[in-house]
C-alpha cells in the first residue's frame, strides 16, 4: 500500500496587543509570520505473521517574529529557518499464536538557523530512535506487553529569551521502559487496563524564568533526570445500563542532576506535572435514550518553578451531565465543577502571575445530525 500526504500552513502578519496582568492595558505584543510544509510519504504491507510499514517525513518553515514587551521600545526583528527530515520503520511479526516480537526505528535530521540583528546562530541535530516490544496474548481476553523505546526532541531557538541568556538549547533524549496489560473478564463486563514505567532522561527541556519579578522566559537543558509512574483504568458494566468507570495515574519527575547560577535543584520535582491524577464517575444510558453521568475528576501538588518554591495545592472537581438521545438529535442539562471549587493558579511565572480557575457552569447542549 503507498500513501503520501502533503501539508501546508501558512499564518499572514499578525499583530495584536496581550495583557498578561488581564487589565486594560497589554504589555506585550504579539507580531509574527509564519510558514510550514510538509510531506510524509508511506509504503505498507502485510501478510498473516508479518507486518511492516515504512517511509520518509520532511518539512520546512520560516518564522518572522517582532514580538516584544511594550517596555521595549525598540522590539527586535528575528528569523527562524529550517529544515527536517525522517525515515522510519516499524514491523510486527507473530513468533506464534501466543507471542509477537514489534519492532522500529526512526532517523531525525534537522538543521535550524536563526538571525537577530548581527548574531546568527545555527544548530543541527540528528538522532535514532529504536523501539522493541514482546507482545504475548494469553486468550482473546487477556494480554501482556513490555516495551523499551528512545524518545527524541530537537532542540532551537528562543528569540525572547532575556539579555544576557542563551538563544538556543540543546536536543532533548530518553530511553522508556514500560510494563502493562489489558485484560477483559466476565464476557467484557470488566475491562481492565494497566502500565508501568521509567523514563531516564538526558538534556530535558524546561522552562525557566531566571529574574525575580519578571515574567521573561527562557529554555534550558536539565542534564538528567528521571520519569517514573504507574496508570491504571478500568470500565465495570454494572448492569445494561448502569457502566462504572475510574483511572488513577501516578507520575514522579525528578531533576537528577540540575544546576545553574541561581541554585541546585538536584532532587526537585519537574514544573507543571501534577503528581498524581485519577477519576472516578458512574453513567446510566437506556434504550429509549435517556442519559445520567456522573464524575469526580482530582489533580495532585503541581509546581510551577524549577526551584519548586511556588506550587498549585492538590484539589477535585465533580460534573454532572443529564440528557435525552435519540438518532438524529441529544439534548442534556450539564454542570461542570458543580460544586464551584476554587484551584486558582498562584505565582505562576516566577510568582508574578495568577491564573483564576473556572467557576461553576450550568448550561443546556443540543446536538443535532444531518
Known sequence: MFNNRIRSWFVPHTIYPYSFDFTSYPNFIF????????????????????????????DKEKIDDASAWVTNSSPVQSTQKGDSLGFFIHTDYAINDKFSFISGARYDKDNKE?????????LSNDEISP??????????????YTTISKGYRAGGFQSDAPDGYPKQYEKETLWNYEIGAKNSFFDNRLVVNSAIFYMAINDMQVKIYPIEGSRETYIDNVA????????????AKLTDTITLFGAYGYTDVTFDDYKDSNGDYSGNKNLYAPQYNYN??????????????????????????????YSRDPYHL?????????????????????????????NMTNGNEVIYSQPGEFGVQLTYRF
Do not use: C, P
Open 318 to 346: 465533580v460534573n454532572v451531565k443529564l440528557g435525552y438521545e435519540q438518532e438524529r438529535y441529544d439534548i442534556y442539562l450539564y454542570g461542570k465543577n458543580i460544586f464551584d471549587e476554587e484551584y486558582h493558579s498562584i
Open 114 to 122: 536563526f538571525e537577530e540583528s548581527a548574531t546568527k546562530l545555527d
Open 131 to 144: 523501539k522493541v516490544s514482546l507482545k504475548y496474548q494469553h486468550d482473546q481476553d487477556s494480554m501482556y
Open 280 to 309: 472516578i464517575g458512574v453513567q446510566y444510558r437506556d434504550e429509549q435514550g435517556f442519559f445520567a453521568r456522573v464524575d469526580l475528576n482530582r489533580y495532585g501538588k503541581t509546581y510551577w518553578d524549577v526551584a519548586n518554591k
Open 224 to 235: 538528567k533526570a528521571t520519569s517514573k509512574g504507574v496508570e491504571i483504568g478500568l470500565t
Open 31 to 58: 507580531d509574527s509570520e509564519y510558514e510550514r510544509y510538509s510531506q510524509e510519504i508511506r509504503l505498507s504491507n502485510s501478510s498473516h505473521a508479518f507486518k511492516w510499514i515504512a517511509g520518509v517525513y520532511a
